[in-house]
């Protein structure tokens, strides 16, 4: 497992660790090689290698496997959580506290003793047709009321980003796509420290909203085109049937992901290049 | 795009020339970056016999015999008329790409440092001469306005033949790929040159008096930009900027085989055929922002990237440090990153000289801004990166320093502007 992607399991463990209200002084990590552990300094994680608590020991601390496999044939008085990996508790092993498996695989043998057990099922349940339409009716509902706030209050902002998408759809697209990869990718960096995760996640949310201002500016332009003469209402149809089309796009393979990728960052695009449509866009002025 | 509407109103001259210019200018870039500056470390350390270090040393000697070459040969174009003088620019590329034709044939014979001495040389000379002239045909063949789109296609072209192309970085492998692949390019510059074809003379007829039409490069409107101005030194200080970093980085880069071999060098194709598509899209993005945009605002996007980049290579480093243990497959963000900003720079450095001057000017500023930002900057990185080898600095500290460095020029630019805006509101100017 390299580093890139051992690190976002770390940041799991340690916010677990924070969630779980336990300050641990020490938390020692393995990555390779065979270890038998007798004692735990207040957490173990198990990131590669195999790690085996023998049946002789009993150890206290949290264990987590982020990969590798963990073997338990003797008593652990804790915690273990499974991120990824294997955890293997053998007949006659003891975990006092709780065995949750998050991810990766978990044996437990018959003979074995477990305080209690929890499984988290990752799995992505499929959605009734009525939960999907009623999820995107809802989506349907706000960003349509959004859009008609928005051309009812402050028109030119919409139209000021509207031009820069309709005239300007490179310039707005080479913006859009630079700005978010290189944004998501710094977001996701400041994310591994730690430090910066509050803003982090201040950035992720500041960048959502971008784009679901871009969706607002996309249901204004189709509302120009519908036969609805208030405009405020218009732009809340157009911003319904916008996201109507989103989810259908999102239906069709590869051809519709990069369609929705392009309209996304065409409307990123526009709203950076125009100050969220504070100034309108001018190309600079070149002569010849 | 003013070529677009050339083809679709058949000018067929002017779409030609640009042709011809994205051809030469690919060529020749292709054959700088590959075959020089990668196949001579080879020749030196493999074929010669020498170290890496004496290697660099006599790349750093390279480098400013070029930028002195070019220079002495940008000022002469200017004074004698050479500049607006397309026929004889057309004489001297065949004669530097004939030179260039037999050192490339020869340099897998070279096996003494005399004999590596005397091919250093020549490459100087005949690169100091070959791109002051070959940048100058920017006004003969480009209009104003599509230079940033050209440019972009040079680099495109360029960096994505010089990663998709499986070649190992081996002096007998270019030599064997460039030597039968300049024949064309001597025999086209040399019938251009002939002037002994009537239907080829009235095509150069046509040609030679396009500069007339294009007029004076895009940042030339404000005012005259000459050596004497700010208008142009600061341009070639933030180019400067760019290569020095560029260069004192990949220099480690390359000498790291974990690094290399995980991007550039790597045995999977996929790898290097990613590099090469981001490096083509890098490209065609860096031509729509120059076209759109100040300059300044790209180089502000190329100093954010190159500080971007380093971040993530250091982390990594940093990352794979904190945990020994852990296998260390380095990221393929990094190099695409890294792809992504060297398309950036290429592109503007491509466009900038040009639109920096008239056909007064050109070659004295194609000479010394291409020469500092470009042969300068990488003598003095040679340089400083060989002192950090001396003074063993380790991987993360070297490419921290590079990292620091990139941040440092984003900032001062950053600030300077706005300063710069912020003096223009005190005096009055609302513009």
Redesign the interface.
């Known amino acids: 497992?390299?580093?890139?992607e051992?690190?976002p399991l770390l940041v799991v463990v340690l916010l677990l660790l924070t969630a779980s209200g336990v300050e641990p002084d020490r938390m020692d990590?393995?990555?390779?090689?065979d270890h038998e552990q007798t004692t735990i300094d207040d957490a173990l994680v198990v990131?590669?290698?195999t790690v085996t608590i023998p049946a002789s020991a009993t150890a206290s601390g949290e264990l987590f496997v982020v990969g590798g496999r963990a073997r338990i044939d003797g008593h652990l008085d804790g915690n273990v959580t499974v991120l990824a990996g294997n955890l293997t508790v053998a007949d006659g092993a003891r975990i006092t506290g709780e065995l949750r498996t998050i991810g990766g695989s978990t044996s437990v043998a018959p003979g074995a003793t477990v305080g209690s057990r929890t499984t988290l099922d990752v799995t992505p349940r499929r959605s009734s047709p009525a939960e999907t339409a009623g999820f995107l009716a809802l989506q349907v509902l706000v960003v349509g009321s959004l859009a008609g706030v928005l051309a009812r209050r402050w028109p030119d902002l919409p139209a000021t980003v509207g031009d820069a998408i309709t005239h300007?759809t490179?310039?707005s697209g080479?913006?859009g796509?630079?700005a978010g990869a290189?944004s998501l990718?710094?977001l996701v960096?400041m994310a591994?420290t730690i430090v910066l995760l509050p803003v982090s996640i201040v950035g992720l949310v500041a960048g959502f909203s971008l784009v679901v201002y871009g969706y607002l500016v996309y249901g204004f332009l189709l509302g120009r085109l519908l036969p609805i003469e208030r405009t405020d209402l218009s732009a809340a149809v157009g911003a319904g049937l916008f996201v109507v089309v989103i989810e259908v796009l999102g239906r069709i393979p590869i051809a519709g992901a990069l369609a929705q990728f392009g309209l996304v960052a065409v409307a990123l695009g526009a709203v950076l290049i125009t100050y969220l449509g504070l100034q309108r866009f001018e190309?600079?002025d070149?002569?010849? | 795009m003013?070529l677009v509407t050339a083809i679709r109103e058949r000018e067929w001259p002017l779409v030609l020339g640009a042709a011809l210019f994205v051809s030469l200018l690919t060529a020749g870039y292709y054959y700088n970056i590959t075959f020089v500056q990668l196949g001579l470390i080879d020749l030196g350390t493999r074929l010669v016999g020498m170290s890496s270090s004496t290697v660099s040393l006599w790349m750093g000697a390279l480098a400013l015999l070029t930028f002195l070459t070019a220079v002495v040969v940008g000022v002469t174009m200017d004074r004698r008329g050479w500049s607006r003088d397309l026929r004889t620019k057309f004489r001297l590329l065949t004669l530097v790409v004939t030179v260039q034709f037999v050192l490339t044939a020869v340099a897998p014979a070279i096996r003494t440092v005399p004999a590596f001495g005397a091919w250093i040389v020549g490459c100087s000379l005949a690169l100091g001469l070959g791109f002051p002239v070959s940048f100058s045909l920017a006004i003969d063949f480009v209009?104003?306005?599509d230079r940033g789109y050209v440019a972009a296609a040079i680099t495109a072209l360029t960096y994505f033949g010089a990663n998709a192309l499986p070649l190992a970085w081996s002096i007998d492998v270019f030599s064997a790929l460039l030597t039968p692949a300049m024949v064309p390019g001597v025999l086209v510059l040399a019938v251009l040159s002939s002037g002994r074809i009537e239907r080829v003379e009235t095509l150069v007829d046509e040609w030679a008096t396009q500069h007339e039409r294009?007029?004076r490069g895009?940042f030339c409107?404000d005012g005259p930009v000459t050596v004497r101005t700010l208008a142009f030194w600061s341009p070639v200080a933030l180019l400067f900027g760019v290569f020095f970093i560029d260069s004192l980085g990949f220099l480690r880069i390359i000498e790291t085989p974990a690094l290399v071999l995980s991007s550039w060098q790597s045995p999977d194709f996929g790898t290097r055929l990613a590099i090469a598509v981001v490096h083509a899209v890098g490209a065609?993005?860096a031509g729509?922002?120059y076209?759109?945009?100040?300059r300044n605002g790209l180089f502000l996007?190329i100093f954010?990237?190159f500080g971007?980049t380093y971040?993530?290579y250091t982390?990594?480093l940093r990352?794979?440090a904190f945990?020994p243990?852990?296998?260390?497959?380095p990221?393929i963000?990094n190099p695409l990153?890294y792809s992504l900003t060297v398309s950036f720079y290429t592109t503007l450095n491509f466009a900038l000289w040009p639109d920096l001057s008239t056909a007064e000017t050109i070659g004295t500023h194609a000479a010394i801004g291409v020469g500092m930002a470009g042969w300068l900057a990488t003598f003095l990185s040679t340089a400083v990166a060989l002192s950090l080898e001396h003074a063993d600095v380790g991987l993360l500290t070297h490419l921290n320093l590079v990292n620091a460095l990139a941040l440092l020029l984003l900032v001062a630019l950053a600030v300077g502007l706005y300063s710069r805006r912020v003096y223009a509101l005190a005096r009055g100017d609302t513009a």
């Open positions: 497992m390299s580093p890139t051992i690190v990590v393995v990555f390779d090689g990131g590669g290698g300007h490179v310039v080479v913006v796509s630079l290189a990718v710094l960096y591994f190309p600079a070149i002569p010849g | 003013r209009p104003v306005p294009f007029g895009r409107d065609g993005m729509v922002l076209v759109n945009f100040d996007w954010a990237l971007f971040v993530l982390s990594d990352v794979a945990f243990g852990a296998a260390s497959d990221s963000l990153f």
